[in-house]
């Protein structure tokens, strides 16, 4: 059977995998890709978005494909695009919509009760789409799959989790295919997961729900073994050109030391092309800092987050000590690996002096990027309870969130950033090119106060762009590949369409 995937501009690992499992099983597979254009989580400009919108083309090439279900991957950003597409396609196609991903998996009774949702997938999507697709197949649904909840005769039908996957190494290489094929920016960077899970469960994350979710269901944090991986690169090297790889594990670096050993000597004896990585502070050792410099790591995105030990324990729940979060920085500095920091603006109760003190750690800390989000709350995460009893939130911002109505990403402002401290955000895109004294003098006499904050796109361009070699500036790469491949699509249809109307 045909199964069409509706896909927002960021390339989504997961689908890969259920793609892979689905196509192993003889089905076939394809991604409908929104560029989205002017309308991303760095930029916002309507009338261009307007002018460069890919919806009407997507219905019309799943119409040529004729599905037999459409799925959606959907986070909560983007929930409301996928709501608005949806609809349009419910509206033009007689064929059964699947909402999964991690917004239908925290709040799938607000999901299904769309008239354009017919399913809604609850966690690991790989087994059951693939019970699903082979009971679509037999010409009868199966309403008894777990993970799946459907609607039937006007009432839904909510089946239990079932278990994790516990054996990663069981599972097919990912379809990179599916997102190269759809657009070439997907190719400029090779996403990678070598571990599903977190060991923590910070407040404000969806592991703190996940993790309540899939409980008795497995152990939750669980790991590739490091010649899976390295067999993953090679063949995807040889097939693709790999030229740069992004590891999207929560923690990278949660991988125990006999892994490393083994990553370190084969990565940079078979693949040799740079990787960035993510990790918690208590993770980074000076040993597994000594072995990814040797296999060749360029940058690590470091989670602090909060420079208040107060915030990280009490609001958090992320138990990282002052010490751990200085020395983490010093062993990568001493190792050579560059440095990127996660950075929170805009927690619940958080102290305006907080935000002063981050920049003073950084101006005498320096780092080669530094992010700075705006706190924002996403469903059933447990930060959620803590602004209701803090009465930072009402029911009517609960449900607006859990539907995805008036919010705006995490990279952009977050939820409740004031005015000053979207001064400081501004200060912080600028704090790395101005000498240390400079920083100083601002910081003391307040001058940030006479800051105007600007766009998130120049935060982007002066604190993500510009801060990293070309080189290896995956993000940008992939930028301008998607705007150039999609802005040149566009225009040769308008083009042709106009010619072919001259015709006539």
Known sequence: MRVAFVNDSCERIGVEYISAVLKLHGHSVKLFNDPQLFDDENVTFRSLANFFAYKKTIISELREYNPDLVCFSVVTDFYQWACKLAKMIKSELDVPIL????????????????????????????????????????????????????????????????????????????????????????????????????????SYCSNSFMKKFYKDKGRYLRFRSANNVIDELVISKEKYGIRFVRIHDDDFLTHDIPWFEEFADKYSKLIKVPFACFTHPNSVTPQKAKLLK???????????????????????????????????????????????TDNI????????????????????????????????HYPATDIIEYSKKESLLSEEDIENLENGVNVKTFIQSGDILSFEQKQLQTFFAFLLYLPKQV????????????????????????????????????????????????IFKKLACSLKFKSNAANK
Request: hydrophobic share 40%.
């Open 294 to 340: 040797e296999a060749g790591c360029h940058d690590i995105e470091l989670g602090v987050q909060s420079i208040s030990s107060n915030t990280r324990h009490n609001i958090m729940n992320r138990p990282v000590t002052d010490q751990q979060l200085h020395d983490s920085i010093n062993i990568l500095k001493d190792s050579g690996i560059k440095i990127i």
């Open 345 to 376: 603006l805009g927690m619940p109760n958080q102290d305006p002096k907080e935000i002063i003190d981050l920049l003073k750690f950084y101006n005498e800390n320096r780092v080669m990027k530094i992010y700075c989000f705006g706190f924002r």
């Open 99 to 202: 909402f999964g991903g991690i917004h239908a998996t925290s709040v799938p009774e607000n999901v299904i009760k769309n008239d354009f949702v017919d399913m809604v997938c609850r966690g690991e999507g790989e087994y059951a789409l693939l019970d699903l697709a082979n009971s679509i197949q037999k010409g009868a649904i199966e309403y008894d799959i777990k993970n799946i909840w459907f609607k039937k005769e006007g009432q839904i039908i909510r089946n239990e989790a079932r278990p994790l996957i516990e054996d990663l190494d069981s599972l097919p290489f990912p379809d990179k295919s599916l997102f190269y094929e759809a657009s070439p920016h997907f190719s400029k960077c090779y996403f990678l997961m070598t571990n599903r899970g977190c060991a923590y469960a910070c």
């Open 439 to 486: 920083n100083n003098y601002i910081l003391k006499h307040k001058l940030y106060k006479l800051i105007i904050p600007l766009p998130y796109f120049i935060h982007v361009i002066f604190s993500n762009w510009l801060r990293i070699p070309f080189k290896f500036n995956w993000a940008l790469h992939i930028t301008i590949s998607r705007y150039s491949h999609y």
